[in-house]
């Protein structure tokens, strides 16, 4: 977790559940090319849509959104 006093932590929680496989791969594949850094962003986008990365990231939030909801449902009286 990025920290719950740093703002926009959220936003880069949700993005490290990507960025492992579909960034990392790509900065180190796009660097060994001499790929611009317009090339790399753009490789980024066509990975992020072949592999539904924000439907992913988004279900991944909702579900532990209503995890927690429930959770603390149960707990309060």
Same mark, same amino acid.
């Given at each position: 977790?990025?920290?719950?006093?740093?703002?926009?932590?959220?936003?880069?929680?949700?993005?490290?559940?990507?960025?492992?496989?579909?960034? %990392?791969?790509?900065? *180190?594949?796009?660097? #060994?090319?001499? +790929?611009?850094?317009?090339?790399?962003?753009?490789?980024? $986008?066509?990975?992020?849509?072949?592999?539904?990365? %924000?439907?992913?990231? *988004?279900?991944?939030? #909702?579900?532990? +959104?209503?995890?927690?909801?429930?959770?603390?449902?149960? $707990?309060?009286?």
């Amino acid at each position: 977790m990025h920290g719950k006093t740093r703002r926009g932590a959220l936003v880069f929680d949700v993005a490290d559940l990507v960025k492992d496989t579909l960034i %990392l791969p790509w900065a *180190f594949i796009c660097a #060994k090319e001499g +790929a611009t850094e317009q090339e790399f962003r753009q490789q980024c $986008l066509q990975n992020f849509t072949r592999h539904k990365a %924000l439907d992913f990231m *988004f279900e991944a939030v #909702k579900t532990i +959104a209503l995890q927690h909801h429930e959770t603390h449902n149960r $707990l309060t009286p």
